[in-house]
């Protein structure tokens, strides 16, 4: 086996090596950081409307959070998770909103079928709210990475919760807002 044989295999494993590694995320913004403020077209139940950061936060606390793309495995089941729990985040008066980097004609889709018409998706397909919340996934930079942020009235960050596994950002963000809730709604 010649050298450039040998550098090419090494090249692919540690490729495929990276690829099987589990990605987390390094979200930078941390709590108390000013949480930035967007607008962006969302769908809930298959219906387009603008979503407002600025305008959720009247109403309570938001619960933002970001993922891959839709309809892949993991983005699905954490779809579900937030979809089931949408009455008890309700319960604190938080609104949850799901950001990817997927245009709006296919999100239209996945607020009906996956979201159940419970909570909104926003289309980020430039990626400007993605990287203003460092949430770009870190190898394929035009992709979200999994983050979740619980931002308060305030325009601050409460909480930042980030992993790969779809399982803990429902626990986790729900939690917050509890503890928000419970603790006279201050920072």
């Known amino acids: 086996m010649t050298y450039f044989h040998r550098a090419a295999l090494a ?11 589990p990605a987390t995320a390094h979200a930078q913004l941390k709590p108390g950081d000013p949480a930035p403020s967007f607008t962006l077209e969302a769908t809930q139940a298959g219906k387009a409307f603008p979503f407002s950061l600025q305008e959720a936060l009247r109403n309570g606390p938001v619960v933002l959070y970001f993922y891959p793309a839709a309809f892949t495995k993991g983005c699905t089941i954490e779809a579900h998770n937030f979809a089931e ?10 609104t949850v909103l799901g950001v990817s980097a997927d245009g709006l004609e296919k999100l239209k889709e996945f607020s009906v079928s996956e979201c159940r018409g419970k909570f909104a998706v926003g289309a980020d397909p430039d990626g400007k709210v993605i990287k203003a919340y460092d949430a770009k996934m870190a190898f394929m930079p035009a992709m979200a990475n999994r983050v979740s942020y619980v931002i308060t009235p305030d325009h601050k960050i409460y909480y930042e919760y980030s992993s790969s596994d779809p399982d803990g950002h429902v626990p986790n ?11 006279g709604k201050v920072h």
């Open 11 to 21: 090249a692919s494993a540690a490729l495929a090596l990276s690829c099987l590694a």
């Open 173 to 183: 963000t729900l939690a917050a807002v509890r503890k928000w809730a419970l603790n």
């Open 85 to 94: 729990a949408i009455d008890e985040y309700k319960q604190y008066g938080a």
